[in-house]
């Protein structure tokens, strides 16, 4: 029987007094470092990237730069003390990773398992040793690989088809496994982003990469046909959900951070070419190892959890990264 809707609140979630958000010089983690400050948390923001030496991270920053109660480490969490950035916080956002499905298979996976998978082990022990009460990490639908196209559950047998989707189920298995222990005072929300966009968005994905197209007449490369779907959501969704795992009152829990409708490549470029009145140079190649063709997610457990579904469609989040790129000298790298 299908669920029955559970009311969603107007109210933005309440956020933590004190937060370490990790990754703060990324895309997601920069959004919700301010989305943070904004409902007024103190932040801790963690990046081993620093303005000075990396334009990318400079652009991602600088939203933060002078906010109240925003405090910004330069560390590598692969070999920082741990602890010393976890003092007294109620809650832990580990967004810092290396993301990114088509590089996994090179000489950087050691990479991929280091920022992934042993930092994220010294991140769990630092906060099950301070009795860091609640600890929100950022996993992935890559987890669920190749699918017929229904929507993924959270119970759904996992199937990662790449390298990084392995780093990815690692790190959400390894904090739970930390979790589990009866002597554990850390619960543990692994929330399983799917393709994130927005302004800021990562310069190598695909919704940056169109509109870009679009508005410079340099062709995207399509990997395969197009008719890859993706469950895009929008950056202010995914923060309103990772803020909401912060608090809510749940146990150690997956949770899908998508809403369910899927939306072709080929679907993507069209909406690019009628939003930027443009239109989008395109050359086909190859389908990349470990592309799946479809994600979508089941987001009954968001609902449910913590009273969350997406807000912003599409077209209306691609609008607003197209304003964020064509109102902003941003860097190219
Ligand atoms: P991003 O690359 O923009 O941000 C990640 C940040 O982590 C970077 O600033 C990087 O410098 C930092 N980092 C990496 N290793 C580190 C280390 N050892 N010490 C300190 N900092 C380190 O990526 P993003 O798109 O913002 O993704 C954030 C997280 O969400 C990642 O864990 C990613 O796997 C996950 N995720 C992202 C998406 C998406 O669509 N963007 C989807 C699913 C999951
Ligand atoms: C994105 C993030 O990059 C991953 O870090 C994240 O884990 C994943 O979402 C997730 O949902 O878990 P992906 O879905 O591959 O991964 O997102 P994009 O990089 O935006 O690619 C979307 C589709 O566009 C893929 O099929 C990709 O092959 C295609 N693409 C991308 C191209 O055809 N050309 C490009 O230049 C870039």
Redesign the pocket.
Known sequence: MPEAPSPIPKARPQAPRRAVVTGTAGFIGSHLALALLKRGSTVIGVDRRDAGADPVAAENLAVLRGQPGFVAITADLRTCAVEPLLLDADAVFHLAGI????PSWGPKFDDYVACNILATQRIMEAASRLRVPRLVVAS???VYGSTDGSPSKESDHPRPASP??VT?LAEEQLCLAHAARPDCATSVVAL??????GPRQ?Q????H?VLTAALDGQA?????D?S?R?DFTYITDVVAATIAAGTASVGNSVINVGGGNTTS?NEVIDLARYLTGQPVPVETTTT?NG?VPT?RADSRTARRLLRWRPRVDLATGMTAQLDWLTSHQHVVV
Do not use: E, N
Not at 99 to 102: H, Q
């Open positions: 993301p990114g499905v088509r992935s639908s890559s990084y989707a990815k399983r982003y799917f393709t994130v966009f990562r190598d994905m695909f919704i990469r995207i490369r399509i990997f395969g197009g890859q993706r490549l990349r592309d994600t």
